[in-house]
């Protein structure tokens, strides 16, 4: 029985020519190992073209004496070896402290956005997760900053903010009378606070869905052994919540400070081309620089800056969590 | 093999980048040809109300041209606010349209980019020569010197609108000719929530006009003979303050207007809110929100003494449009066919009419039409009261520099702080640092 079995067996196999098995098993194994770079070659193209290659060129032209008089022809622009960085980290020359002040402005302004966004969004996520009657009408209320187009969203501040017919005027001065004067919010010192609330109303809604996400992993169990063993609410978030989100926190934060600190679309909707000076980026800074002074190679290498800086501080915060995480495991 | 990789993705990066660099480059050698006789792009600034307006307005006479030529022309109508970026961004890539307005401000700055064709003797006499266009015009179409990077087109000179019942109101019986006439004008037409005067305070390119006239004004300049700037000298710093202290002690102009951007003054004025503007070609703007062409007198912008003249009397600057024509087109004959028929005698007239500027075209100028009292206001100022900004390399850079810096200095009057000599000086100087070259 079993010999006519093994006799029969091999007929079949061999009833394909032998010849094709070699080459068979070959593409089959560069289909293996090939395959997934293949696939994976549009995208890396795509990222080359659409961002190495014009991060090189931006490093490039950091080192290019490049202004109105080469635009036309920025290779021939004349090199002008470390002048740009020069320029741009010189605190007692003019482009220098402009730099300097828009860095810390930037700090400021990110450190408040971030910090802000956060806490409401925490709050609102904790506050959301018992059910009552129109959670899920309020849920939804809370996405809409998200998920209006920036343009539109910015540009109904604007509106607001107006010193003669703006909401945030008339309701500050004519109708609550916090202030004795109507004040300005889109020049002069006060726009660096308006640029907060707008930053933070934008950002908050963020933190909410991401906080909420992170809440929803938490097993209800624990909170209930807790509070069986006597723990109040506030001991509750502080022993049970925050540290459960403490992953999801870094994410987070992580993600808030980069996306605030490079904010773009806001200041120039709110401001135009030149920002007030309390409220100057440093994107737009850099706009400034490079596309309305047209300092092509002073705007690159602030930005070369700039991103070594936000590499350094992602790199050591991603470093400093990981640490903490390694720690309490 | 690791490392092989990395060269190879290094290889793949840097031929990307010089591939980049060599388009770049390309463009800047090409001189031009008349490869494609058959079309043309041709790039219009927004001179009406909107841009629909814009190509209602064009669109037939491009038409015309059309059947005049057979060469069909792409038009593309380009707000103001990205106008420049536009420009500069066709320059950098060379992917530009073949005709374009500039703005006659910046002639001189796009002109140092060398990516615009320069019309010497040859291109004039293709267009029927130099001389047919009037001289203020010509002043503002590149640096002193060199041949001009472009061709006027539509011309303009700021004037005194100004709401003849709200004058007859407060028992005024003609506008204003210097300022301490209309300082004192105003502090009767101030009050009861009603202003004097409207301006757009956060709008570089109007502060930096209107900075200009009053430095004229004090016998100053921003640069000096040689092209190097020079904004903090008395002159100029008193020029700049006189301008903000119409906010800040004449009080004649509203607190609100410091934030003005998007031509809400205009907006003002025609709602009877403010009783002048000073603003260049606003007819038909006013029109369009309603106001009566009876409702509005137009009188020379005020002068310090006298009337508008020459040197120190000078009241306006040469604003206004030009054509430009992209050196490395690829329909060079084509273009200067388009230059010549946008700037003969007929089309003058119909474009200029319909914009309300007035003809940078001598014999165009001639017609009836122009004759209007508005347009005679602006026609004379132009003929003898009206300078160019200064038509140096860095003028696109003095825009944004001083104008921002007067807008700061608003900013401070309509708030309450004290704008005094030293701290428009100091404004001003921050401003000088900006400059290139520094």
């Known amino acids: 029985m079993t010999t006519t079995a093994e006799a029969e067996r091999p007929a079949v196999r061999t009833s394909p020519p032998g010849a094709d098995r070699g080459p068979r098993r070959r593409t089959g194994r560069i289909r293996r190992v090939g395959l997934p770079y293949l696939l994976l070659l549009p995208a890396l193209l795509l990222e080359l073209l659409v961002h190495l290659v014009p991060m090189v060129i931006g490093i490039v032209i950091s080192f290019k004496e490049l202004t109105q008089f080469y635009v036309r022809d920025w290779g021939a622009a004349p090199w002008s070896a470390l002048d740009n960085y020069r320029v741009s980290v010189d605190f007692d020359a003019p482009a220098g402290e402009a730099l300097l002040h828009s860095f810390l402005v930037t700090i400021a302004f990110t450190v408040l956005s971030v910090g802000l966004c956060w806490l409401i969004g925490t709050a609102a996520a904790v506050f959301m997760q018992d059910t009552f009657r129109g959670r899920g009408l309020l849920r939804a209320l809370f996405l809409v900053p998200y998920a209006l187009p920036v343009y539109a969203a910015v540009i109904t501040w604007v509106f607001m903010f107006q010193y003669d017919n703006g909401l945030v005027n008339h309701v500050l001065h004519d109708q609550l009378g916090l202030t004795d004067k109507p004040s300005f919010w889109l020049i002069g010192d006060n726009s660096f606070f308006a640029l907060l609330t707008v930053s933070v109303w934008k950002g908050w809604p963020f933190a909410f869905l991401i906080v909420m996400a992170g809440l929803q992993n938490i097993p209800r169990e624990l909170y209930e052994a807790a509070a069986l063993d006597g723990a109040g609410v506030w001991q509750q978030v502080r022993r049970i919540t925050l540290p459960s989100l403490r992953p999801v926190n870094q994410v987070l934060v992580l993600v808030l400070f980069l996306w605030t600190f490079n904010d773009f679309n806001t200041p120039f909707v709110l401001f135009g081309r030149s920002a007030p000076e309390a409220a100057d980026l440093i994107s737009v800074h850099i706009y400034h620089a490079s596309f309305v002074t047209w300092y092509f190679g002073i705007g690159s290498a602030m930005s070369v800056l700039l991103l070594l800086f936000l590499l350094l501080v992602t790199g050591g915060y991603l470093a400093l969590t990981s640490r903490g995480r390694r720690k309490a495991s | ?438």
């Open chain 2, 1 to 438: 093999m690791r490392s092989n990789r990395a060269a190879a993705a290094g290889a793949v990066t840097l031929s990307l980048a010089l591939a980049a660099t060599a388009c770049g480059g390309g463009s800047a050698t090409g001189g031009g040809s008349n490869d494609s006789p058959k079309t043309l792009t041709y790039w219009a600034s927004n001179q009406g109300a909107s841009i629909e307006v814009d190509k209602k307005v064009l669109q037939p006479e491009l038409a015309k041209f059309e059947k005049q030529t057979g060469i069909k022309v792409k038009l593309e109508v380009v707000p103001w606010s990205d106008l420049l970026n536009r420009i500069l961004t066709a320059t950098t890539s060379g992917q530009g349209p073949d005709v374009l307005n500039v703005g006659n401000t910046w002639s001189a700055s796009l002109q140092a980019t060398g990516a615009l064709l320069p019309w010497d003797a040859k291109n004039f006499d293709k267009i029927g020569g130099r001389d047919r266009f009037v001289d203020s015009a010509l002043g503002s179409t590149g640096a002193e010197g060199e041949d001009p990077a472009a061709v006027p087109l539509y011309s303009m000179a700021y004037a005194l609108y100004y709401n003849k019942k709200m004058f007859a109101d407060a028992g005024i019986s003609q506008p204003p000719a210097t300022w301490d006439e209309l300082v004192a004008d105003g502090k009767k037409l101030s009050k009861d929530g009603k202003w004097a005067l409207g301006m757009e305070g956060s709008n570089p390119s109007e502060n930096i006009h209107h900075a200009f006239v009053f430095a004229k004004q004090h016998g100053a300049d921003f640069f000096t003979a040689d092209g190097k700037a020079d904004f903090t000298g008395d002159g100029t710093v008193a020029a700049v303050k006189q301008y903000v202290d119409l906010m800040a002690t004449n009080k004649v102009i509203a607190p609100g207007n410091a934030e003005y951007a998007q031509n809400q003054s205009v907006s003002d004025f025609a709602k009877g809110k403010t009783a002048m503007l000073l603003w260049q070609s606003a007819s038909a703007n006013l029109e369009s929100q309603g106001m009566s062409k009876d409702d509005y007198g137009i009188a020379p912008v005020p002068v310090r003494s006298g009337t508008p003249g020459t040197g120190k009397q000078v009241n306006s600057m040469v604003a206004g449009i030009n054509l430009a024509v992209f050196k490395n087109t690829d329909n060079l004959d084509g273009a200067a066919e388009f230059v010549k028929f946008m700037t003969s005698d007929a089309e003058q007239k119909i474009l200029n009419k319909a914009y309300s500027t007035i003809p940078p075209v001598k014999s165009a100028q001639a017609d009836a039409a122009f004759a209007t009292p508005a347009n005679g206001v602006l026609k004379d100022t132009l003929a003898k009261s009206a300078v160019a900004l200064p038509q140096v390399a860095d003028e696109s850079q003095f825009e944004t520099a001083v104008g921002t810096a007067i807008k700061g200095l608003f900013a401070d009057a309509a708030a309450g702080d004290p704008v005094t000599t030293g701290s428009v000086k100091a404004a001003l100087q921050k401003a000088q640092q900006q400059m290139p070259a520094a």
